[in-house]
């Protein structure tokens, strides 16, 4: 069957309209590496993935006949719904980066920049290790095309050609639970390097008061740092063990999303 002029242009508009959910959910989602690719590499990769779901969004334009007002306000949707969906994809790495970021807090590795805000950004290193560590667990299991998979089955829950769907309260409701977990679950993976962290800085205060002096001060920061580090190579097997779970769950994430939306 020839391709004519027409059905290329309904086609392009279609992968057009696909790519404007792709760009920021792809964005946010750390596992595609698009802090590294740069440039027209980066937008090559997503008209890839957009390929997928271009042909039926670009039959569906042809049976709505939409005006270009309505096509700009469908890409603005998609826009931000695309950045939601990145939200929820990114808070398995959010997580970890956070629990990296708690642990590298409560042993004073961030001290100078909040002494000295100037210094840089606040990136954390124990929170961009953990966040590596959690891509290359992604890699490894297969968890990217997972994840691509959930982004194309997020097409047929809230198709592009659909303004707004039926929000429930159920939704709402489950969105919220998400959140929760996802907070819950960051403070209780980092819970035993707190309390480990604070057991010696209390232990430090009490040597404090009987060696006055010692500068407990200077003392805390390379002991908490030694003490971290080497529970860090024992809890590392279960912390990788817990960041498998969370890939896992992932694949629950188009249940998740049916729960949210209701379409009429």
Known sequence: MPLHAEDFFELILGMGLAMARLVPCMLLVPAFCFKYLKGPLRYAVVAVVAMIPAPGISRALTSLNEDWFAIGGLLLKEAVLGTLLGM???????????????????RGALSGGQINPSLGP?????????QE???MLVIVTGGLSMIT???????????PTSWLPGMTAEGLDVFLGQLNQTLQHMMLYAAPFIGLLLLIEAALAIIGLYAQQLNVSILAMPAKSMAGLAFLLIYLPTLLELGTGQLTQLADLKSLLSQMVQLP
């Open 88 to 106: 929820l994809l990114y808070a398995p790495f959010w997580m970890f980066a956070s629990v990296g970021a708690l642990l590298d807090s409560q």
């Open 133 to 135: 560590t959690l891509i």
């Open 122 to 130: 606040d990136a954390t290193p124990l929170g961009e290790l953990f």
């Open 149 to 159: 998979q959930v982004i194309w089955d997020s097409y047929s829950v809230w198709p």
